[in-house]
């Protein structure tokens, strides 16, 4: 059940769980407030009880079908602890809510930057801050590399320092909207150091690198096996 209950197609075996034992022991209230089905669940027991136990604030938060609920709390009280920054700031749907506090307190401590700097739809605040702030110490690059909405800004640094300590490589390779910098540093140097092969052979957009890899070399030690496994892309290549 407490797989189920993050199952979003499942919302109608927990519904009806839930009409004939309203507490029942099967229903996993952290993995049901993560599933984007259940905001209607999850609003009717606050309707119910608005400081239920039930609710599990922290999955919630990164449930972007609860941004509503979320915005509701935060409007009834704007230092709520319910409310989570740290996972708020990974929900893509929450951006807006994250905009209205930094503009009520753009150092505020609640935003977790480093997690903002995974979400693709913040990035206009990570470019903003980058602006005010080259070398923010708000933008975590770890995070930044990953993302794929941030490789604008990726290239911007690599174009101003080809060799930047800010890239991180290794992330890179997970990222699928990178891989024309990683296609450009391979053609560079085929052996660069940069380029982390077990990450690469897990990104779905890596596929013709490694084909290539293999061609030249089936017994090559640069892939990884078991982290091609798990790229479905494997399947369609």
């Known amino acids: ?16 769980e839930l009409k004939s034992n309203p507490n029942s022991k099967k229903i996993h ?12 669940i999850i609003k009717a027991e606050l309707k119910l009880n608005p400081n ?9 938060c990164k449930n972007p079908a609860a ?37 009520s307190n753009p ?10 700097c995974k979400n693709p739809t913040a990035i206009d605040l990570i470019k903003d801050e980058l602006k005010t702030n080259s070398n923010s110490p708000k933008i975590d690059w770890y995070w930044l590399c990953q993302n794929p909405a941030a490789i604008d800004l990726i290239k911007l640094e690599l174009k101003l320092n080809p060799n930047s300590i800010k890239i991180k490589w290794n992330w890179l390779c997970t990222n699928a909207a990178a891989i024309d910098l990683i296609k450009d540093e391979l053609k560079a140097n ?14 779905p957009a890596a596929i013709d690198l490694i084909m290539t890899e ?15 496994c798990k790229n479905l892309m494997i399947f369609k290549s």
Request: hydrophobic fraction near 40%.
């Open 107 to 116: 150092n505020s401590i609640k935003i977790g930057w480093h997690y903002l």
């Open 29 to 40: 209230w952290d993995w049901l407030c993560s599933n984007p089905a259940a905001t209607d």
């Open 67 to 103: 941004v509503d609920i979320i915005k509701a709390e935060y409007k009834l009280n704007p230092n709520t602890t319910k409310i989570n920054w740290d996972w708020l700031c990974k929900n893509p749907a929450a951006i807006n809510l994250i905009k209205t506090k930094l503009k």
């Open 190 to 203: 085929p052996n660069s150091t940069k380029i982390d092969w077990y990450w690469l052979c897990g990104n």
């Open 214 to 228: 293999f061609k030249l070399d089936p017994n090559s030690t640069k892939i990884d096996w078991k982290n091609l």
């Open 52 to 60: 239920t136990t039930k609710i599990k604030w922290n999955w919630l």
């Open 1 to 16: 059940w407490d797989w189920l209950c993050s199952n979003p197609a499942a919302i109608d075996i927990i519904k009806a």
